[in-house]
């Protein structure tokens, strides 16, 4: 199983930025087909965010389109999740997942099985 460790979360104003990482235990694209970012707030539904496939497509829900980027390093096995012009409502716990049973829609949280523990990001106005 794929170990998956989430870094660069904080906290920050509205209109700034910051960048995830995700750093996977072995080299994604041996078994790993896709590779996304969810978030969650208490009281609200799992959010998906972005993916990415190992075929070089990327994918977004609405919300983060012209703000967010997601991308990938196969040489540091990592994940990346660049967010800019952030606003008080993308304040969440913040989860990277991989998933090895493909085909996968990137936003079917429940098809991946691989877990991040989460990084905070917290947006204040």
């Known amino acids: 199983q794929v170990q998956l460790l989430e870094s660069g979360g904080g906290s920050v104003q509205a209109g700034g930025s910051l960048r995830l990482s995700c750093a996977a235990s072995e080299y994604i694209p041996n078994n790993i087909c896709m590779m996304a970012w969810f978030r969650e707030d208490p009281g609200k539904e799992r959010e998906g965010i972005a993916g990415?496939?190992?075929?070089?497509?990327?994918y977004y829900t609405d919300s983060a389109k012209g703000r967010f980027t997601i991308s990938h390093d196969n040489a540091k096995n990592t994940v990346y999740l660049q967010m800019n012009s952030l606003k008080p409502e993308d304040s969440a716990m913040y989860y990277c997942?991989?998933?090895?049973?493909?085909?996968?829609?990137?936003?079917?949280?429940?098809?991946?099985?691989?877990w991040g523990q989460g990084t905070q990001v917290t947006v204040s106005s």
């Open positions: 990415i496939s190992f075929g070089g497509s990327t």
């Open positions: 997942a991989a998933a090895s049973a493909c085909p996968v829609r990137w936003g079917a949280w429940s098809r991946y099985g691989n």
